[in-house]
């Protein structure tokens, strides 16, 4: 079993001054893609249609990350809501690149951030991987294309004259997911991407 070491996960990281950022770059208002991703069901859909244009890959086992040919990597991934940061499960993270395993501890990744900070992190608290390629030749039986995430909706408890509907993906019997407040905001979150998307494959659940 996973060991969790304290130690290891909450020293304070300090950016590396020496990381060069784009000349507009201002910290203080400064919106990471990660907390884009985290705060937005359509920023996200956009970000992760991105990546899989991009050749971006989910890595078919997370401790497949530790193997050598992964030193040098890009990769990003999302947290299992077990983690000790509290995070909810499903929490998108920017990852950055591999350096390797902990040699004292290999339950442990250890990354280097885009803002230049060292991070272990700990494979048993990774809900899913996602692994940048550009020569493409990552072995087949460690990868998997970019699955775009399961949206979620809240069971609507209060009723209108304006319901919205998406077929069960099992029965095809169509299933209220919410009630608008008039028909304006009924066609609006209608044309939405998580409710096209929804509609399109199927991929969506209750909360």
């Given at each position: 079993m996973d060991r969790v070491r304290p130690e290891l996960q909450e020293y304070s990281r300090i950016p590396d001054q020496k990381t060069k950022h784009r000349p507009d770059f201002i910290p203080s208002r400064y919106v990471s893609i990660q907390d884009r991703?985290?705060?937005s069901t359509d920023y996200e859909f956009f970000y992760i249609n991105k990546l899989i244009s991009e050749g971006w890959y989910r890595l078919g086992k997370n401790s497949d990350i530790l193997d050598d040919e992964m030193k040098g990597r890009h990769f990003k991934y999302r947290l299992n809501g077990k983690s000790l940061s509290g995070a909810k499960k499903g929490t998108f993270r920017s990852g950055g690149i591999v350096i390797g395993k902990n040699m004292d501890d290999e339950n442990y990744l250890i990354y280097k951030a885009y803002n230049g900070c060292i991070f272990p992190l700990q494979i048993s608290d990774i809900q899913e991987i996602y692994v940048k390629n550009p020569n493409d030749n990552i072995e087949g039986s460690k990868r998997e294309k970019v699955i775009r995430k399961t949206q979620i909706f809240k069971q609507p408890n209060v009723s209108t004259p304006f319901p919205v509907y998406l077929p069960d993906k099992n029965t095809g019997n169509d299933i209220?997911?919410?009630?608008?407040?008039?028909?304006?905001?009924?066609?609006?979150?209608?044309?939405?991407?998580?409710?096209?998307?929804?509609?399109?494959?199927?991929?969506?659940?209750?909360?």
């Open positions: 991703v985290n705060a209220l997911i919410y009630y608008a407040k008039d028909n304006y905001s009924r066609e609006r979150f209608k044309n939405s991407k998580k409710y096209k998307y929804s509609l399109e494959t199927g991929d969506w659940r209750f909360e």
